[in-house]
T-cell receptor
């Protein structure tokens, strides 16, 4: 069973569109994250949620809106997509702020 | 503030020879330290972690890392490289504050 699963794995869309990436974890963790990996493979935190509450919003544009309907899910909605949003987005979860983070397989977003 | 510096952007080794990936961190507090591996077009997999127990940490696939507080280093080693070790390796620091700080990554290539 996949511990942290993201859908879709690949997403190609036009500028200006709105899209969502879904993430689910079956590990019973309290904390979930979204990370962005750029074309140089650098990974940076975007959001952290703990027990469905936003803990960290790391200067991400307002076009990005995470939503956590329950502790097992953290979805990422992106409005008015721009070329610079092209990247690989990783979801992760951990037991708490001290726990090891487990990552999903990533979603490769390409904006054309 | 915390930061992570991976001293080598690219390491090339021959199969069967040792691998050394260097990582230095800066932190005002005692951090948790991790090494993650990312194979091409895959997610991030935890290799090992240090959380203030033994300073020599053994991980999966024959990897180990040594925490040296005096040098603020957490270098990753493997005695004998295998072709399957070709991947991107990330040194990661956590201050238990709901986010991980990633190094820029080291690309490992293994020559037959």
């Amino acid at each position: 069973d996949t511990a942290v699963s993201q859908t879709p794995k690949y997403l190609v869309t036009q500028m200006g569109n709105d899209k969502s990436i879904k993430c689910e974890q079956n590990l019973g963790h309290d904390t979930m994250y979204w990370y962005k990996q750029d074309s140089k493979k650098f990974l940076k935190i975007m959001f952290s949620y703990n027990n469905k509450e936003l803990i960290i919003n790391e200067t991400v544009p307002n076009r990005f809106s995470p939503k956590s309907p329950d502790k097992a899910h953290l979805n990422l909605h992106i409005n008015s997509l721009e070329l610079g949003d092209s990247a690989v987005y990783f979801c992760a979860s951990s037991r708490n702020d001290r726990g090891t983070a487990f990552f999903g397989q990533g979603t490769r977003l390409t904006v054309v | 503030a915390q930061s992570v510096t991976q001293l080598d952007s690219h390491v090339s080794v021959s199969e069967g020879t040792p691998v050394l990936l260097r990582c230095n961190y800066s932190s005002s507090y005692s951090p948790s330290l991790f090494w993650y591996v990312q194979h091409p077009n895959k997610g991030l997999q935890l290799l090992l972690k240090y959380t203030s127990a033994a300073t020599l940490v053994k991980g999966i696939n024959g990897f180990e890392a040594e925490f040296k507080k005096s040098e603020t280093s957490f270098h990753l080693t493997k005695p004998s490289a295998h072709m399957s070790d070709a991947a991107e390796y990330f040194c990661v620091v956590s201050l238990n504050d709901y986010k991980l700080s990633f190094g820029a990554g080291t690309t490992v290539t293994v020559r037959a």
